[in-house]
T-cell receptor
Framework: DAGVIQSPRHEVTEMGQEVTLRCKPISGHNSLFWYRQTMMRGLELLIYFNNNVPIDDSGMPEDRFSAKMPNASFSTLKIQPSEPRDSAVYFC???????????FGNGTRLTVT | TQLLEQSPQFLSIQEGENLTVYCNSSSVFSSLQWYRQEPGEGPVLLVTVVTGGEVKKLKRLTFQFGDARKDSSLHITAAQPGDTGLYLCAGEARDDKIIFGKGTRLHILP
């Protein structure tokens, strides 16, 4: 079991640039979640998928954020254009089913200057 | 909106001491999970509690789910430096989403 794999681990970019974060969930897991973590707000759910279909994106802060899951083994979270307030650690997690315990990746630390 | 409040936010104690951290809400949750997160890593599940009043033990860690399924506690006996980390509680909300508290940052001094 390789666990949830996220890339890159660190991303530093300038304001206005496009950022794409990637996630490979655990094989056989049907649900995938994108969270953002900051000191001020803790872990916030951005969006989650079940069987590759987006179920709830109410946590996505703005239209600048978008997420896709083209197949069961890959998801992306894109920010375009990025802003300094997007700086945070972004986590991807997967689970067997919607309400099963979550398995997290090690996150992508995003810094927007 | 269902919220989970964790207390204390920060706790620093000496090795060997006992401690309890809390997770409270005004809402009922179907289940509640506890995770530990270490620097540079994602949260890792410690336990899930489902039944009101349920108590689960994991070595020196004791987890309890409140009778009304609105709150939970984590008690650590004889804390060790290896227990240092961010402890997060997470609840399964009405719409099946897992929402997190902001966590208790625990530091055990050797």
């Amino acid at each position: 079991d390789a666990g949830v794999i996220q890339s890159p681990r660190h991303e530093v970019t300038e304001m206005g640039q496009e950022v794409t974060l990637r996630c490979k969930p655990i094989s056989g897991h049907n649900s995938l979640f994108w969270y953002r973590q900051t000191m001020m707000r803790g872990l916030e759910l951005l969006i989650y998928f079940n069987n590759n279909v987006p179920i709830d994106d109410s946590g996505m802060p703005e239209d600048r954020f978008s997420a896709k899951m083209p197949n069961a083994s890959f998801s992306t979270l894109k920010i375009q254009p990025s802003e300094p307030r997007d700086s945070a650690v972004y986590f991807c997690a997967s689970s067997l089913r919607i309400n099963s315990p979550l398995h997290f990746g090690n996150g992508t630390r995003l810094t927007v200057t | 909106t269902q919220l989970l409040e964790q207390s204390p936010q920060f706790l620093s104690i000496q090795e060997g001491e006992n401690l309890t951290v809390y997770c409270n809400s005004s809402s009922v949750f179907s289940s509640l999970q506890w995770y530990r997160q270490e620097p540079g890593e994602g949260p890792v599940l410690l336990v899930t509690v489902v039944t009101g009043g349920e108590v689960k033990k994991l070595k020196r860690l004791t987890f309890q789910f409140g009778d009304a399924r609105k709150d939970s506690s984590l008690h650590i006996t004889a804390a060790q430096p290896g227990d240092t980390g961010l402890y997060l509680c997470a609840g399964e909300a009405r719409d099946d989403k897992i929402i997190f508290g902001k966590g208790t940052r625990l530091h055990i001094l050797p």
